[in-house]
């Protein structure tokens, strides 16, 4: 998809969606989109907001425990061991990923047959070991999306992890970007920890351009939206978000037309 094309002015502008029954709002740079475009953006973000707990079965997790970390930045090298709660044992399941690009559930791959251990909760392979999860050369915001599924299809529990995270937090209030496409064309942004049902006021600096738009979180204190950050005449940039209530102040930027 390329954004730097289509721009007829260089305000920011709020594209709705209905999704279900929510209305999900792009913040985007002056981009006028084409359907083909508004639907691949669709398709992203619910992919992305799909993939997490509240798609689990009820009393069920899915957790990703960390083993072992070198490098750093783009040359972080994370591995992973997956630990289930609440899911029978005597099941089999099968272990699902979603390629970091997805932009449509029919790119959901399966990994194999896995089991889950009675004493501990450990997924282990076909070779009763713990399954582990290398994640070589993490971009910035990317994510890494897995999921546990009863082969009888009555189990399920998700979980996403982001080895290279771009977050703030501050006083229980915590800001995440999620980089959706390769170049940071859409980014995902999260707000968590904030007061139900509050005003969230940001403020969006890219590459010199500055605009400010409201949120309001959920009865959970969470709100979520997707920003095209792409700028008219530039090929590269920074996006700096920067958001402030009586509660707490954040700020947390990323790099957009370029993968590192």
């Given amino acids: 998809m390329d954004t730097t094309k289509n721009?007829?002015?260089k305000k920011w502008r709020c594209i709705f969606y209905l999704i279900g029954i929510a209305v999900?709002?792009?913040f985007?740079?002056?981009q006028d989109l084409s359907p083909?475009?508004?639907a691949d953006i669709d398709n992203r973000i619910k992919l992305q907001r799909n993939w997490d707990a509240r798609s689990n079965s009820p009393g069920t997790e899915l957790e990703a425990v960390e083993v072992s970390h070198t490098g750093k930045g783009s040359k972080l090298i994370a591995m992973y061991e997956l630990r289930a709660k609440g899911l029978p044992p005597d099941l089999r399941y099968e272990l699902l990923w979603l390629p970091t690009m997805a932009g449509s559930p029919k790119e959901i791959q399966s990994t194999g047959d896995v089991e889950i251990d009675?004493?501990?909760g450990r997924v282990m392979n076909a070779s009763t070991d713990p399954q582990r999860l290398v994640v070589p050369n993490s971009a910035p915001g990317e994510p890494y999306r897995w999921a546990l599924v009863s082969k009888d299809g009555t189990h399920k529990a998700f979980i996403a992890v982001l080895p290279n995270a771009i977050q703030s937090t501050n006083n229980g209030c915590k800001v995440n970007v999620v980089r959706l496409m390769p170049k940071f064309e859409l980014a995902f942004v999260q707000f968590s920890?904030?007061?139900p049902q509050s005003e969230v006021n940001v403020r969006g600096n890219s590459a010199g351009e500055i605009h400010d738009f409201k949120l309001t979180t959920n009865a959970e204190g969470y709100v979520d939206t997707g920003?095209?950050?792409f700028k008219a005449g530039k090929s590269s940039g920074t996006m700096e978000l920067q958001t402030k209530t009586p509660k707490c102040s954040?700020?947390?930027s990323f790099k957009w037309g370029v993968i590192e």
Avoid: Q, Y
């Fill in 250 to 252: 954040l700020k947390v």
């Fill in 7 to 9: 721009r007829s002015n």
């Fill in 227 to 229: 920003i095209l950050p």
């Fill in 118 to 120: 009675r004493n501990d």
């Fill in 24 to 26: 999900f709002c792009a």
């Fill in 36 to 38: 083909e475009m508004r």
């Fill in 28 to 30: 985007a740079l002056g």
């Fill in 193 to 195: 920890g904030f007061p």
